[in-house]
C-alpha cells in the first residue's frame, strides 16, 4: 500500500477522528490508495466482522467509495391483508418480533400495524433485531425532540423506508448510522451554544442552515465571528444574513479564525473619503436585495 503520495482533506479527517474508528481510517487510507475494497480484508488483516464495521462507519461519514441505495417507490408498496398477517403470526421468528415492539412501544399493535411490521421484514428484508434497533432509534429521537410519546408505527416506517434506501440492513450498518447521527447532534448542540440558542429546538429552517454551515467544516472560532459581525450589524441573529458571511467565507476557503484574519488583512482598505469598497457594497446590495 503506497501512501508516498497519498494526501487527505482536512474535512475527511475531522470526520474520521469524530467515528473514532481506527479500523475505518485504516480502510479509508487503504480505498484511498487505489485499492479495491474487495481485497481489504486479507490485506489488512480484518475479520469479516471488524471489516463490515469499518465499511458501514465510512458509509455513513459518506467517505465510501459506492454507497447502495435501494430506491424504493412509493407506488411499489406492497398492500398486505389480514391473511399474511396471521400466516407470518405463526412464524416463531416474527411472533417474537411483535412481541418485542409491542414491549417497546408499550401497546398492543392492531392489525394496520401488524401490516406495516410485516412490511419491514418481507418487503424492505430487514431483519428482526435492525428493526428492534430501528425502533429503539426512532424513540430516542422523540426524546431528543422533547417528547415523552412513543413513536406510531407510520412514523417508524418513514425511517425504516430510509434506511432502507440508504442500504441500512444490518446491525453494523444501524451502529454506523446512529453513530453518525450522535455526532451530527453533538456537533448541532454544540452550534447553538456558540449561537446563544438555548431552551428550545431549531426551527426547520434553522435546521437547514445550521447542517449548512456543519458541511462547510468551520471551527468553533469561525461561527463564533460570524455571529459576533451578524449581531454588530443586525443587531441580533440574523440567519440569512450569518450565512451571507459563511457562505463568502467557505468559497474564498476559510476554515478557521486564522483565515479569516489573514483574509481581512489581505482585504483593499476604505477609500480615502471613508466610503465602503465596492465589494463591501456589492455584498450589501445582495442582502437588499434576497432579503
Known sequence: MNIDNLSIESGDVRRLLSAASGDAAL?????????????????????????????????????????????????????????????MGSEP????????????????LNTEELKILL??????????????????????????????????????EKEAYSWAEQGIDTLEEAAAF?????????????????????????TAAEERYAKAWLDMDFDDEVITMAYERTCLNTGGLSWAYMNKILTRWYEAGFRTGADVRAGDRKAPPKGASGQLGDAEMEAIRRVLQEG
Open 27 to 87: 480502510l479509508y487510507i487503504y480505498i484511498r490508495c487505489g485499492n479495491d475494497p474487495a481485497g481489504a480484508e486479507e490485506a489488512l488483516h480484518l475479520t469479516e466482522v471488524r471489516y463490515s464495521c469499518a465499511a458501514a462507519t465510512l458509509r455513513q461519514l459518506g467517505l465510501w467509495p459506492e454507497e447502495k441505495r435501494v430506491l424504493i417507490a412509493a407506488g411499489e408498496r406492497p398492500n398486505y391483508t389480514e391473511r399474511d398477517v396471521l400466516e
Open 93 to 108: 421468528s416474527f411472533a417474537r418480533l411483535c412481541g418485542e415492539v409491542q414491549r417497546r412501544l408499550g401497546k398492543t
Open 119 to 156: 412490511s419491514f421484514v418481507r418487503y424492505l428484508g430487514l431483519p428482526e433485531d435492525v428493526v428492534c434497533v430501528l425502533v429503539a432509534y426512532c424513540q430516542e429521537r422523540n426524546r431528543r425532540k422533547g417528547s415523552l410519546r412513543n413513536p406510531s408505527l407510520r412514523t417508524i
Open 178 to 202: 446512529i453513530q453518525s447521527q450522535n455526532v451530527y447532534h453533538s456537533r448541532l448542540s454544540r452550534l447553538c451554544r456558540l449561537l446563544q440558542i438555548r431552551g428550545r429546538s431549531l
